[in-house]
């Protein structure tokens, strides 16, 4: 594993919040809806969300009288998301590529591409392997990521933004095996601009489907947008996978 991944300082920044999580919430949350009406969980059934962040989808989940547990590698969102826990609500710092709780779980969530993001394959591998650990024999996992043959040909590759006084420069550019994109915060609070960089892998389905297998995971529904669309690979702008635990 990398010293200091560039995750790490990142997803912590409150930059990072900014840029990202403060966008759509509605989106968000018409999409859970969506998802829990297609895979109707039993009342009070147990869920995990990996990389669940300040914990906006956990909490929503929350709201449905689910038992949702929420993990994340950023101590600051965890310390955030820890204000809404509740007696079905429940949020740890923790690392997805190391063990959880296992044969715990009736669902597993890993919502709008919190996944890619290692210097390794077998990083990557071992985070499925906690994923498909912690569900439970017959369980489901949810994956919810980029399609990449979307990403590539919808790229735009320089913008600006700017939210409450603060200016985001975002270049963004790929090559054959991942997508990478810099960052340029300007704020009148900061003594200089500072610099993040993002680099997130390119998983086809098939590579999915791989490392879906290889930790007894099988993909049984591909959807291609948070409508439910079917999923096409040159049109989908998501890859949504739905996995059962043989």
């Not at 993909?219 to 989908?236: C, H, L, M, N, P």
Request: hydrophobic content about 35%.
């Amino acid at each position: 594993m990398e010293n200091n991944p560039w995750f790490k300082d990142w997803f912590n920044s409150p930059y990072y919040h900014q840029l990202y999580f403060n966008r759509d919430e509605q989106e968000a949350a018409t999409f859970i809806d969506a998802l829990i009406d297609y895979l109707k969980p039993l009342p009070g059934a147990s869920m995990l969300d990996v990389a669940c962040g300040k914990g906006r989808h956990a909490y929503h989940l929350a709201q449905k009288g689910f038992d949702v547990t929420g993990i994340d590698l950023s101590e600051d969102s965890i310390k955030e998301a820890l204000l809404q826990e509740s007696e079905n609500l429940h949020f740890y710092t923790h690392d997805m590529r190391l063990p959880f709780w296992i044969n715990y779980f009736n669902y597993a969530f890993n919502f709008f591409t919190s996944f890619g993001y290692f210097a390794t394959r077998r990083e990557h591998d071992n985070s499925i392997r906690t994923i498909a650990q912690s569900v439970k024999p017959g369980g489901c996992f949810v994956m919810d990521y980029l399609n990449v043959h979307y990403a590539e040909d919808h790229l735009i590759h320089q913008f600006d933004k700017e939210i409450d006084g603060v200016n985001y420069f975002i270049t963004k550019w790929f090559d054959e095996t991942h997508f990478y994109k810099k960052i340029t915060v300007e704020d009148e609070a900061l003594h200089e601009p500072l610099i993040y960089r993002e680099k997130v892998a390119k998983f086809s389905l098939g590579d999915f489907t791989e490392m879906f297998a290889y930790q007894g995971l099988q993909i049984q529904e591909v959807f291609g947008d948070y409508t439910f669309g079917k999923y096409d690979v040159k049109k989908s702008p998501r890859l949504i996978m739905i996995a059962r635990k043989k």
